[in-house]
C-alpha cells in the first residue's frame, strides 16, 4: 500500500516544501515531491539542511486530510515511518531521539541520519501540512565532517551501503501511508510504536531553555507529542521546538 496523490520529481528545487508550500492548495492530498538537489533546505528551528547531488533522498508530502490527533503526533509519525523503512531495507538497528532524529550508533557514536520538518499552512478555510524528509544515503564521513555536520552519518558510512533514492521514496511511501492514512492505525498505536524505539525515553538528558540547563529523566511522550520529564523536584513537559534536549553527557546518551 502507499500514498494515493501525485509524485513530482524536479532536478533542483529551492526546497521541496517551499514547492508544496507555494503549490499545496491546487495539489492533491498525499502528493508527493522529491528532488536530487535543494539549493535552500532547511530543518527545525531554522537550521540549513545541507545536501550533496544525488546522495540524498529529499522528499515531501502534502497532507490534506489528517486529524487533530494526527496532526500532534506528525512529527513522530515522519520519523517512526523512516526508522521503519530503513529496517525493511535491513539498516538496523534505528532509533528516534524525540521529537524525530533518526539516529543510529557508529564507531564514532550516535550520528543523525534522516532531518523532519513539518510545516502548516491554513488557506481558503482549510488546513494542510507539508511534512519534509531529507535522509543522508552516500555520503562519506568525510564529506560531512567537510560541511560541519560531525553528528551526522549516512547510509553508506555506517552500514557500507545504501538504497537508491526510488527504493527509498517508495519504501517511506507505504510507511507514511500505513501510519496516517489507515484509518485502522490510532494515535494510541503511533504513540506505542514510537515508544518502542525512541531512545530518549528513560535517559538521563539536559533541557536547554532561555539560556538555562535543567537534568532530567525523560519519561514518556504524551499524546499532544510533548516529552514529559521529571528532575528531584517537578515534572517537566517540554514541547518540541521550544528547547533542546540533549544526552546528559552528549548528543544522545
Not at 158 to 177: I, M, Y
Not at 226 to 237: N, V
Request: charged fraction near 20%; aromatic fraction near 6%.
Amino acid at each position: 500500500m502507499a500514498g494515493t496523490g501525485r509524485w513530482i520529481h524536479l532536478h533542483t528545487v529551492d526546497s521541496t516544501n517551499e514547492y508544496l508550500k507555494r503549490n499545496g492548495e491546487e495539489l492533491p492530498d498525499w502528493t508527493l515531491v522529491t528532488a536530487s538537489h535543494q539549493t535552500a533546505g532547511k530543518g527545525r528551528q531554522g537550521k540549513v539542511w545541507q545536501d550533496c547531488e544525488a546522495q540524498s533522498f529529499l522528499g515531501s508530502w502534502l497532507l490534506k486530510g489528517l486529524s487533530e490527533e494526527q496532526l500532534k503526533l506528525l512529527p513522530m509519525a515522519a520519523g517512526l515511518a523512516v526508522s521503519q523503512a530503513l529496517e525493511q531495507q535491513g539498516m538496523k538497528p534505528v532509533w528516534l531521539k524525540w521529537p524525530n532524529d533518526v539516529v543510529t550508533r557508529s564507531p564514532n557514536g550516535f550520528v543523525k541520519l534522516a532531518g523532519i520538518l513539518c510545516e502548516s499552512r491554513f488557506s481558503n478555510g482549510r488546513f494542510w501540512v507539508v511534512c519534509g524528509i531529507g535522509l543522508n544515503l552516500t555520503q562519506t564521513r568525510e564529506q560531512l565532517m567537510q560541511d560541519g555536520l560531525e553528528q551526522a552519518g549516512s547510509l553508506q558510512s555506517v552500514w557500507g551501503k545504501a538504497p537508491d533514492a526510488e527504493q527509498v521514496r517508495q519504501a517511506l511511501d507505504e510507511r507514511l501511508f500505513a501510519l496516517l492514512g489507515n484509518p485502522e492505525i490510532g494515535a494510541e498505536q503511533i504513540l506505542e510504536q514510537y515508544s518502542r524505539v525512541c531512545i530518549t525515553l528513560g535517559q538521563e538528558v539536559l533541557i536547554e531553555q532561555n539560556g538555562q540547563k535543567i537534568q532530567a529523566t525523560a519519561q514518556q511522550v504524551e499524546p499532544d507529542g510533548t516529552l514529559l520529564c521529571r528532575t528531584q523536584t517537578q515534572t517537566l513537559r517540554v514541547h518540541a521546538g521550544e528547547v533542546s534536549v540533549r544526552g546528559h553527557r552528549g548528543y544522545v546518551d
